[in-house]
């Protein structure tokens, strides 16, 4: 399966807040629809959203250190939690930034993500 990325990407951007609304794997989720992908029994949390992407054509790029790899407009990352939180977080890059539901200062998505660095997947279409 392939992707518009330039529908996945507007559309991410379109529901993007200034701050984040604690619903990044529903916004993105909705960006994937967007650009085509089949997201049916789909994971409720950001963490587990790996397979999901597998299923639709993306393939791993880089894992564990963001300065190892140069994102690309259509990559998703998927984070595992900080010590606390539990359900993780997930991101695309749009090419200019990173958005979930909100658009991002950086790579990491908060102070906590931040601190921990917890480790993350970052998918290609």
């Keep these: ?62 894992s564990d250190d963001p300065a190892q790899f140069s994102a690309e407009k259509g990559d998703v990352v998927v984070m595992q939690p900080p010590a606390a939180s539990g359900a993780g977080h997930i991101q695309a890059y749009d090419g200019k930034n990173w958005v979930s539901d909100f658009v991002q200062t950086g790579f990491w998505p908060g102070p906590a993500y931040r601190k921990e660095r917890p480790g993350y997947v970052v998918y290609r279409p």
């Excluded at 992707?3 to 604690?22: H, P």
Aim: glycine residues 10%.
């Design 1 to 62: 399966m392939t992707i518009n990325i330039e529908k996945f990407v507007e559309q991410l951007k379109k529901n993007a807040g200034k701050i984040s609304q604690r619903r990044c794997a529903k916004y993105v989720r909705l960006a994937l629809e967007a650009g085509g992908a089949r997201t049916t029994g789909h994971p409720h949390d950001a963490k587990a959203w790996g397979p999901t992407l597998l299923r639709n054509g993306f393939h791993v790029v880089a």
